[in-house]
């Protein structure tokens, strides 16, 4: 009965904020507090990037001819080698009773309520008597982390397994980390660094000893136990595989087009006419290095290494990437800046500035939404 309550408080978390934002489109507003709103009513959410693309895989599962023959994207079929294949898969099912786009909805929905279950449960490992209200605020804020919860998103599937395989590891659990660490590279190509997190927490203290050492005795040095952790190479091997049947090419994720956005040296988002920046207006930027460094720094002083490893190494690679949507692709991180900084969210001033806030989160979601929308003017094909 517990656990079930537990349950319920977090899916209203997960659901009401969501809710809220799809209410405006789902009532056809013309605007809201002055913000001017598409008039296409859900179908503004259904349409946001890149839910549309991935309704493609679920109904075609790279099939060439039928992604040909069917969707007229204007985009190469090589393109969608980019876009993993679980989060289109697992709306397979439901739409066949509810239609692709509001099964795609659905399934971002439960991957919420399935990520913030993840995030409460780590979260009490630190601070147990607020981790119902750090969970509330994770379930709104950053923004953008809203707005994918909100739309048709990989994202909530992808950071909820990323925790769920760190929760796991660190309770030493390894199995269970491998297989969500699996989940999460088969819905996102980042997740590979999470089994770079693991290989440096793995490997590094331990790197003076193995150098000393002869092969052979290795295994009293290395914690072999955590071998699942493998699993997450092992997935991505596997899609490799498949898209060596799809696309006729191993390697189809690399020649999907311009869909890698890292560039050395790091720091080129700040080269305005990138062609996934195109202005120059990026001074948040600053502040979201500043904020997630400094919280590397605490995980660090906090002794908390296997956390510090995966922000460490997603950090690393958030700096050579080159896309105005930045904060997208730091997404993975902040759930883990919530333990960084656990002092500060839990103090009564934060408490004020949060219900501060909550207007301008609001509103910017609106607005986002309303304007990253795909152009569809045939939806016959995606139902």
Not at 82 to 94: G, V
Not at 106 to 115: A, K
Not at 124 to 145: G, H
Request: charge should be positive.
């Amino acid at each position: 009965m517990k656990n079930f309550k537990k349950l319920l408080i977090i899916s209203f978390f997960a659901m009401l904020p969501t809710v809220l934002l799809w209410l405006p489109f789902y009532l056809h507003l013309e605007s809201f507090w002055g913000i001017p709103l598409p008039n296409q009513g859900m179908g503004v959410i259904v349409s946001n990037y890149d839910g549309p693309l991935y309704l493609v895989i679920s109904k075609t599962f790279y099939n060439l001819e039928a992604i040909k023959n069917n969707f007229s994207f204007n985009l190469p079929v090589e393109y969608y080698a980019a876009h993993f294949p679980l989060y289109p898969a697992l709306i397979f099912l439901p739409a066949q009773l509810i239609g692709f786009p509001y099964a795609m909805l659905l399934i971002t929905v439960l991957s919420s309520i399935f990520c913030l279950y993840y995030f409460y449960q780590l979260i009490s490992d630190y601070d147990k008597l607020n981790a119902f209200w750090l969970t509330f605020v994770f379930a709104i804020f950053p923004a953008r982390w809203l707005i994918v919860r909100s739309v048709g998103s990989p994202e909530p599937l992808f950071v909820g397994a990323i925790i769920a395989s760190l929760y796991y590891f660190k309770h030493k659990k390894y199995w269970l980390a491998g297989i969500f660490g699996a989940i999460a590279q088969l819905t996102k190509s980042p997740g590979i660094l999470l089994f770079l997190a693991y290989t440096a927490v793995i490997i590094l203290p331990k790197i003076k000893r193995l150098a000393v050492s002869n092969i052979g005795k290795w295994e009293k040095i290395i914690n072999f136990k955590t071998y699942p952790v493998l699993l997450i190479p092992l997935s991505l091997l596997g899609l490799f595989y498949l898209y060596s049947i799809q696309f006729n090419d191993f390697l189809a994720y690399f020649h999907s087009g311009d869909n890698i956005h890292l560039f050395f040296p790091p720091f080129q988002i700040f080269n305005y006419s990138a062609p996934w920046v195109n202005t120059h207006w990026l001074e948040e930027v600053i502040f979201i290095y500043l904020v997630l460094t400094l919280g590397l720094i605490k995980l660090i002083n906090q002794k908390e290494y296997l956390m510090a490893s995966f922000v460490g190494v997603f950090l690393l690679s958030i700096f050579f990437v080159s896309h105005r949507d930045i904060m997208r692709y730091a997404l993975p991180i902040f759930p883990f800046m919530f333990i960084a900084y656990k002092d500060t969210l839990t103090n009564k001033d934060f408490k004020l500035v949060l219900f501060i806030i909550l207007i301008p989160i609001y509103l910017f979601s609106l607005a986002f939404i309303s304007n990253n929308t795909m152009p569809i003017s045939d939806w016959s094909s995606l139902l």
